[in-house]
């Protein structure tokens, strides 16, 4: 029967394919700016980790008190490194890893490229297993490299094809602002968007880092950070130099724990409160103890790391598309209503209202899949062009996948069915005595 439903529609476009051909414009042009806007949204708002996000947290404590704004939910976003160095000691989790990004100097040894500043990490060696990171050569350091301040490195895989030509580099020696590293392992290309682990700094999108190196390793080393360091609020004067600013309230290291399950939550909030209330015991917290340990995804939520614009484009694209639809009903009731001699004759010869339903519904279904092509047309078109409208390091990341091309048709075939539900039953309710009266 659906076979026959399509004849009778394809028989009513070949009568009108003016309006026909604007109702198809109009839902395809609709579709396409939700589908495009919606692909940035989803590419920025995706978890990143979605197999491991529920067990990785980020621990806070308030180190300023609420004389200078802090509160249960405004805390510092980072921590200081002497309280970073205290959670890292207790090895109260599963895994755990203090960072802090930095930007050193490359100098490449062959005499043919000239030094170039690179973007990397100061982490620990819990960092890659931790946040399943992949390698293409090698793996991370162990955890006695991080004891011995060992000078070892990881690199990223544009920086191994820069400097070596994409070969195997493991055990090569690499020259970072003058210190000699060997290299241990060459990250594959992992390059988690958002970047989870470093929202706090960066704008959590953008291009994989060039290279990780051991934190103690860049501690000993007195390498300075690349990101926030807040000093606003400090409750002891700063003493110069860096032993100084190790030993300062100034908040400025980023710190991740993995807690595998709901037991081993519990024990870590109970540790992290335990340790606040010990520093105000001590006298270097003159208010109640303040702590907070965020999931994964609670963490971007809370740093915001949906650019606004994106939100605002999806609801104005959204609305758009809710304009297509009504004005698409608005051509669906007429274009029915002027068949409604056609209608009436066919419920005099027998023709049920469902029938006639069914019908129309089937129209509104070719008119939908024919927009659902155009519109994956113009999706693909859009998607291309979105860097006009977003930073170019967030419009990169939309992609037309298979998924978004399935959603895409199915958006608006519904969106055309809804739109004929209206216009159907009207149809569905003409009174054939009067229109054959009218005849």
Known sequence: MFAYYMQLALRSFRRSPGLTLLMVVIMGVGVAASMTTY????????????????????????????????????????????????????????????IYPVLENVIPQDGTHRPFAANGYATYADFFPMFEATFLYGNGWSGDDDRSQANVIVIGRHLNQQLYGGSNSVGRTLDVDGHDYRVVGVVDNWNPQPRFYDVNNSTAFGDAPDFYLPFTRAVAMQTGSNGNNSCAGSIRPLVPGWDGWLKSECVWVSLWVELPDAAALQRYNQFLSGYAAEQQRSGRFRWAANVRLFALTDWLDHEGTVPPETKVSLLVAAGFLLVCLVNTIGLLLAKIMRRAGEIGVRRALGASRGAIYRQFVAEATAV???????????????????????DPAIAKLAHLTPSLVLLTVLVAICATVIAALYPAWRAAHVQPSLQLKSQ
């Open 39 to 98: 692909a940035v949204f989803r590419a920025v708002s995706g978890n990143p980790l979605p197999d491991k996000s529920a067990q990785l947290f980020v621990p806070q404590i308030d180190n300023l008190g609420p004389q200078n704004g802090s509160s249960r939910n405004h805390l510092p976003d980072a921590l200081t490194y002497s309280d970073a160095m205290a959670l890292m000691q207790a090895h109260a989790a599963k895994r755990q890893t203090a």
């Open 368 to 390: 939908g899949v024919a927009g659902g092509v155009l519109g994956l047309s113009l999706t693909a078109l859009g998607i291309l062009g979105t860097d006009l409208l977003f």
